[in-house]
């Protein structure tokens, strides 16, 4: 469980990353603390073989008269092949090579034969030229740095930074001068680099994995609550809520929609009990009315009159339940999406002015105006026999629920692009407090109104709407009459 904890993931990739970075960064700066420790001894070699040049040079001219006398003769004044220049140069070297700032320089020159002609201490053959192609690059007036091992004391190799660069007189090469020095301290200075960052490197990726365990328990402790919170909650227990921590986090935001789920999960839990209990009680009284009526006819013989009586109050409670059944099928439907609705063009004006007339006769029966009003031609996509169903039972609602000589008022309108379809009625109204439960399923204003209908109209209607991506809003109160709003999308 350890391992397969969030903290533990998080921490063991922190410090993978932080484990690459560190080596990418240690493999940078040793490259770059590499570079220049051998950019710094190439420049103090480069340095000291120019310095060795002129001074030579100057020694050269100032000791080649003792050497040659008055004599001028260009061969005895040229220092390429000259003995008297070798016997001065090997003497410039003796005496310079207990100057301190030469201490760790070895100091070598050559002829153009490739033979030393002066050395400042005894070294190894190999120092010279790596190979005899070496030498020749350099007596073709090339400069080259080389790096080499040698045996500078019995069975200890040595690596050493050798600098070779020619000397020209006349356009041709006099002789050459070699310079070279121990790499001893920069070996050491980057062996003691490698073994820091080796050290260092591994104990800083543990300490940070340790401190990063810590920064995790205390950034997860809320996740812990909450888990510990979360399984005490059963279905019958949904009103418990886990502690919301103040950090403004993903933590926190995690928190808040988890006690919104359980807000939405009470809230259908709560619907399913009551959806239950009401279709329980719907579904009660036609089937007792006729248990009850059976039981009657059954107590004695009947005259057909009175047996097709209760057939038939019987075949009115079956076509009762019937459309119960039917409406609960389409709110179903209409809940689980299965219901695609097929967007064609519809002639609102047409379709409001056709259930008007439909509906005209049960108006009148009840001596209710019925008024259709609307404004120019509207048109709009939708599907046409989900659409009348909304608008039939409104108008059917508003009929049922307004009392003789009342009036009924259904206006059409268009504007920005949304069809507004107002239904008014001028009945008894609905109480403020139950205006937000009105679209609730089996929802019912009050006793006086149980005989009328199931009360899922108004949910189906609210469904319809939703399905067209419109709104259904009502505004009522108490004696003033109700009135439904409903807002469509012409292109939907």
Known sequence: MFIKSIRFKITFLYMVILAITLAFFSAVVYKYMSYNLYESIDKLLLSKAEGIEKAIDTYWEAERLNVVGDAVDEKALSKRRNINFSKIA???????????????????????????????????????????????????????????????APAKMTGLRVFSTPVIENDKVAYIVQVASPLSTIETALANLRMTLAVVSPLAVLATGIVGYLLGLVALHPVGSMIRTIRQ????????????????????????????????????????????????????????????????????????????????????????????????????????????????????????????????????????????????????RADEPEIKRLFVNLVDNAIKYTPPGGKVTVEAREKDGLAKVTVADTGVGVAEKELPHIFDRFYRLDKSRASIGFGLGLSIAKSIAEMHRGTIAVESRLGAGTKFIVTLPVKC
Request: hydrophobic residues 40%; without cysteine; negative net charge.
């Open 90 to 152: 090997q003497r410039w070297v003796e005496q310079e090579s207990t100057d301190p700032r030469l201490l760790d320089i070895i100091v070598r020159i050559f002829n153009t034969d490739g033979l030393t002609i002066a050395s400042s201490k005894a070294v190894p053959l190999e120092v010279r030229f790596v190979s005899k192609r070496d030498f020749l690059s350099v007596l073709q007036g090339r400069e080259r740095f080389d790096t080499i091992n040698a045996e500078m």
């Open 233 to 380: 909650i059963t279905a019958a227990n949904l009103k418990l809520k886990i502690a919301i921590p103040d950090t403004n986090d993903e933590i926190q935001h995690l928190a808040e929609t988890f006690d919104d789920m359980l807000g939405r999960l009470e809230h259908a839990f709560t619907s399913q009990r009551q959806f239950t209990e009401d279709l329980s009680h719907e579904l009660r009284t036609p089937l007792t009315v006729m248990k009850g009526e059976f039981e009657v006819m059954l107590k004695k013989r009947r005259t057909p009159e009175e047996y097709e009586s209760v057939l038939r109050s019987s075949l009115e409670e079956i076509d009762a339940i019937t459309g119960l059944v039917d409406n609960l099928l389409m709110l179903a439907r209409l809940d689980s999406k299965e219901i695609k609705p097929e967007m064609k063009p519809v002639r609102l004006t047409s379709l409001l002015s056709s259930i008007i007339d439909d509906l005209k006769p049960l108006s009148e029966q009840k001596k209710i105006a019925l008024v259709f009003s609307a404004e120019g031609r509207i048109e709009l």
